[in-house]
C-alpha cells in the first residue's frame, strides 16, 4: 500500500493537463483522469482513480497562493468517498 501512495504521488507531478478552455482543463494519469476548474484564488477539481480493482472518487479543492508565467504554487483539501461490499464465507470470514 505504501509503494502504491508514493507511486500515485510521483505519477500526479508530471501528469499532463489540456487545457479545454481559459479555465477548465483535463488531467490524464495513471490510474487516473480528472476534471479542473480554475479560478484566480481557488480550483476545483474532481478525479476518477482506478486501480487493481478498486475504484475511487475524489474532490479536491484548491488554494492558489502563487502565479507566475512558469510556476503556480497551491495547497489544498482533498475529500473522497469509498463504497465497497463483502462476501461471508461462513459467519466469522468475509
Known sequence: MKRLVVYLFLTSLISPAVSAADNLSLGLGYPYI??????????????????????????????NFHQSDNLKGFTGYEGAVFAGGEYFITENIS
Open 34 to 63: 480528472s476534471i479542473k476548474y480554475d479560478l484566480s484564488a481557488l480550483s476545483a477539481e474532481g478525479r476518477f482513480v482506478s486501480g487493481s480493482g478498486v475504484q475511487a472518487y475524489v474532490s479536491r479543492g484548491y488554494w
